[in-house]
């Protein structure tokens, strides 16, 4: 990807109607994500948290990004003047803080030679943490940052070496950061009943975190168990979202969670992280409710492979 200014274009829906699902699932943007979610699982095969190593300066950079939009979260508290079981309007108040400063964020991000990028880079990350007018969450926005991660990926910023520390510390603190926002303002899961996550809100923890069981002696089984999330909880992305629902629901978990809950019967990791795969391309970027409100620009392209 060239630095020259020339090259990069502000990113535009481009599918907006059921019809342009063809030219979606035909396009250029769709093989990459594609193969970059599938790279980035293969990447964290068999490893834990702990095993990532010295930082890259660019992935630094991206925590301290993650740290600094945590940091308004205090700035917003919850509106308290309203009550509701969803939606806190003071999430829009963070959210136009995140627009504000999107722009200029990519900028500290990124080298000079790379600054021409970042209003096409913005939308991505403006677009990964929710919608202000609904308040809401759901797989399409974390498929928003999954797409700004490639775009970083694209313009040469991210190296492949980076890989594993994009899944076990950049994802790790972002969906920390999204659960954060879930509790502090109350968003309500985008979609049917979060239907098309493996929980109300995320999917690729799950994803990802089958991944490092790879090789494991622990049993998809296992995964539910607590005394397990106790001591491993922290090292698997896979338990944290476990821990997260269990947080946030009540009642027995296979009525609340179905879908995790029939995963935790297959017998290997790898079936279950095949499985996940497939599921992610049929469930999350096949539905048009999801992928409709996706951008397009000269980093990730609309055009046909």
Known sequence: MSGSSSTYQAPERQILDPKDMSQWLASLAYSDIVSFVEQLSQSVQGKRVSSVGVLSPQVEGIVRLLSEADSWISQYPPDTSTSSRFGNRSFRSW??????????????????????????????????????????????HELSFVMWLLCLCKIEFLEPSDSVAIVLTVFRLYI??????????????????????????????????????????????????????????????????????????????????????????????????????????????????????????SILSFSSA
Not at 101 to 113: D, G, M
Request: proline share 6%.
């Open 176 to 297: 920390q950061l999204c659960q954060k926002l879930q509790r502090t303002y109350k968003l309500e899961p985008a979609g049917s009943h979060g239907v098309w996550g493996l929980d109300d809100y995320q999917f690729l923890p799950f994803y990802f975190g089958s991944a490092q069981f790879i090789g494991s002696e622990t049993t998809p089984a296992a995964s539910l168990d607590p005394g397990l999330i106790g001591r491993e909880g922290d090292e698997y992305l896979y338990l944290q979202g476990i821990r997260f629902i269990s947080e946030m629901k009540r009642g027995p978990f296979f009525e609340h969670s179905r879908q995790l809950y029939d995963i935790s019967g297959v017998p290997r990791w790898e079936k279950v992280n095949q499985g996940l795969g497939k599921m992610y391309k049929a469930e999350v970027l096949g539905k048009f409710p999801v992928v409709q409100h996706l951008v397009f620009g």
């Open 95 to 140: 959210e136009a803080e995140l627009q504000r400063q999107a722009e200029h964020l990519q900028r500290e991000l990124l080298p000079a030679k790379s600054h021409d990028a970042a209003p096409e880079l913005a939308p991505y990350l403006v677009a990964a943490f929710g919608n202000a007018t609904r308040i809401d969450y759901g797989s399409g």
